[in-house]
């Protein structure tokens, strides 16, 4: 069956810095991938997608991109701020049915 | 504006007793879920229902019940055989059928309860 895989946290970052958070999946076929944020005390909320290979999926300054060949959707972004201290989500659908696998989540916090 | 509403926000049980978390959402979606987030955790998959009057177990359905007896309503009891009750519960709702947006679920915000 379907399963994801990513990185763990916490992720601490000073403001302005580089972020990647790794994800990787097994599937069967080309699913769509996603990343779903958590702001504290919030439930999810979708971030971005990607429903075929190659694909990139942006939102916020955030990006990822649908890689088959290392089945990896890794989460970007160039600058980050404080607003983004979040736990992150990667996530597919399982193999049948509208079910979604979630990640085990990665809490990234950002010093001002 | 569309949405799902959880409630109440934060529940405490007393040892022996039912509790019943209310989600409803007017989002018109036919799928309804229901997620179980333990700190530091992920997410895992309670009960889910495809269309009214009917809904499957997920990973962790033991001590758990649901109804769907309207689209758009999916309470979820926490019985008294459920043992660690304590979490956050979130609800989320999708479309079915539709390649892609089918698994693009919405999500509340969620209700923390806690035993007394």
């Known amino acids: 069956g379907n399963s994801v895989t990513q990185m763990e946290g916490p992720v601490t970052l000073s403001e302005e810095a580089f972020l990647t958070i790794n994800c990787t999946y097994t599937a069967t076929g080309y699913p769509s991938l996603f990343w779903y944020v958590q702001y504290p005390g919030e439930g999810l909320q979708l971030l971005l997608k990607?429903?075929?290979?190659?694909d990139k999926g942006s939102n916020k300054g955030f990006e990822a991109t649908y890689r088959k060949e290392t089945t990896s959707f890794h989460l970007e972004k160039g600058s980050v701020q404080v607003s983004d201290s979040a736990v992150y989500f990667c996530?597919?659908?399982?193999?049948?049915?509208?079910?979604?696998?979630f990640g085990s989540g990665t809490r990234l916090s950002i010093r001002p | 504006d569309g949405g799902i509403t959880q409630s109440p926000k934060y529940l405490f049980r007393k040892e022996g007793q039912n509790v019943t978390l209310s989600c409803e959402q007017n989002?018109?979606?036919?799928?309804m879920y229901w997620y179980r987030q333990d700190p530091g955790q992920g997410l895992r998959l309670i009960y889910y229902s495809q269309i009214v009057n009917d809904f499957q177990k997920g990973d962790i359905a033991e001590g758990y019940s649901v109804s769907r007896e309207k689209k758009e309503s999916f309470p979820l009891t926490v019985t008294s055989a459920q043992k660690n009750p304590t979490a956050f519960y979130l609800c989320?709702?999708?479309?079915?059928?539709?390649?892609?947006?089918?698994?693009?679920?919405?999500f509340g915000a969620g209700t923390r309860l806690s035993v007394l």
């Open positions: 996530a597919l659908p399982y193999s049948s049915a509208s079910k979604i696998i």
């Open positions: 989002l018109n979606h036919d799928a």
């Open positions: 989320a709702s999708s479309i079915v059928g539709v390649r892609g947006a089918k698994n693009i679920q919405y």
């Open positions: 990607a429903t075929k290979a190659d």
